[in-house]
């Protein structure tokens, strides 16, 4: 069993900042990489940040400069600031993680169920 769980989305005033966060916990071998993806009503869900176990990070160039993510291996946990928000940051804000539970398990993906991230005067 694996459990994926976000915490830190909420309400905020455009140009303001918020940082989410995502445990994984449960029978891990090795996590590969951990991330963050959001969908907005209407649209497809999209790769907003990933950081692998090696900490190397991935950014689309449109968010660069205003997300970061970071982790704590020992914890299993991974963050994501974001800064200067926009409106268009409006989305529920979905956390994974790709790892393997037993070293002879092939690596699959498990999701937590979202948090709520809402940019709005």
């Known amino acids: 069993q694996v459990q994926v769980v976000e915490s830190g989305g909420g309400l905020v005033q455009p140009g303001e900042s918020l940082r989410l966060s995502c445990a994984v916990s449960?029978?891990?071998?090795?996590?590969?990489?951990m991330g963050w993806y959001r969908q907005a009503p209407g649209k497809e869900r999209e790769l907003v940040a990933s950081?692998?176990?090696?900490?190397?990070?991935y950014y689309p160039d449109s968010l660069k400069g205003r997300f970061t993510i970071s982790s704590d291996n020992a914890e299993n946990t991974v963050y994501l600031q974001m800064n200067s928000l926009k409106p268009e940051d409006t989305a529920v804000y979905y956390c994974?993680?790709?790892?393997?539970?037993?070293?002879?398990?092939?690596?699959?993906?498990?999701w937590g169920q979202g948090t709520q991230v809402t940019v709005s005067s």
């Open positions: 449960g029978s891990i071998f090795r996590i590969n990489a």
């Open positions: 950081i692998t176990g090696g900490g190397s990070t």
């Open positions: 994974y993680a790709d790892l393997r539970q037993h070293p002879i398990f092939s690596s699959d993906k498990y």
